[in-house]
């Protein structure tokens, strides 16, 4: 089968840099994609790495390493807006799937 | 704004009714996704359409079945509802078949009592 492992939890402050961490067990591997969900909002769209290495947008960067089955989306100059539950997601059983991980709440402190 | 539109936004019916979800995609976008979303089971991935064909189904119940019309637009229909398919359901629209950015709608929220 296929699985996603995110921490529940990631409390920082403001204008610190946080890493959230994802690792995967997959088959048929495409990519991994991160999403932020707002309370009561919808997912959307962060970042998408389907190669090795660091993509960054901004203030938020995305890493993967395929060897490791490891990816971290890293948030930094945080804000209170960043506030919110993270999910990593994948593409799998070659394409038939789309499987999401269980979200990590990050709570930005004044 | 996501430019995706779902309808209701919130429903409240009974065991054992049928209701109908509705989504609009993106302008210009092929493929229709359908998640389920609650407290204990996180956001579950239900089926996808492409251009008015099924192109991939996670763990969709056989109660529930979805299409997409020629205009594509989405429905997706809940039957015999039970207690446990009280959650959010959201859409979701992207460009092609397998892209990985997903562009979501706001969400129907369903409470079966």
């Known amino acids: 089968g296929q699985s996603l492992e995110q921490p529940s939890e990631v409390t920082a402050v403001e204008g610190a840099i946080v890493q959230i961490n994802c690792t995967y067990q997959?088959?048929?591997?495409?990519?991994l994609s991160w999403y932020q969900q707002h309370d009561g909002g919808a997912p959307t769209f962060l970042s998408y790495?389907?190669?090795?290495g660091l993509e960054e947008t901004g203030r938020f960067s995305s890493f993967l390493s395929r060897s490791d089955s490891y990816g971290y989306l890293l948030l930094q100059e945080l804000q209170m807006k960043d506030s919110a539950s993270y999910f990593c997601?994948?593409?799998?059983?070659?394409?038939?799937?789309?499987?999401f991980g269980p979200g990590t709440r990050l709570s930005v402190l004044p | 704004d996501s430019g995706v539109t779902q309808t209701p936004k919130h429903l409240i019916t009974a065991t054992g009714q049928r209701v109908t979800l509705r989504c609009s995609p993106r302008?210009?976008?092929?493929?229709v996704y359908w998640y389920q979303q609650s407290l204990d089971q996180g956001l579950q991935f239900l089926i996808q359409?492409?251009?008015?064909?099924?192109?991939a189904k996670g763990n969709i119940l056989e109660r529930f079945s979805a299409q997409q019309f020629p205009d594509l637009h989405s429905e997706l229909n809940l039957s015999s509802l039970e207690l446990g398919d009280s959650a959010l359901y959201f859409c979701?629209?992207?460009?092609?078949?397998?892209?990985?950015?997903?562009?979501f709608g706001p969400g129907t929220r369903l409470t079966v009592l």
């Open positions: 979701a629209s992207s460009a092609s078949s397998g892209a990985d950015t997903q562009y």
């Open positions: 997959t088959s048929g591997f495409y990519g």
């Open positions: 790495n389907a190669l090795d």
């Open positions: 997601a994948v593409r799998d059983n070659y394409g038939q799937n789309f499987v």
């Open positions: 302008s210009g976008d092929l493929s």
């Open positions: 359409y492409y251009n008015g064909e099924e192109r």
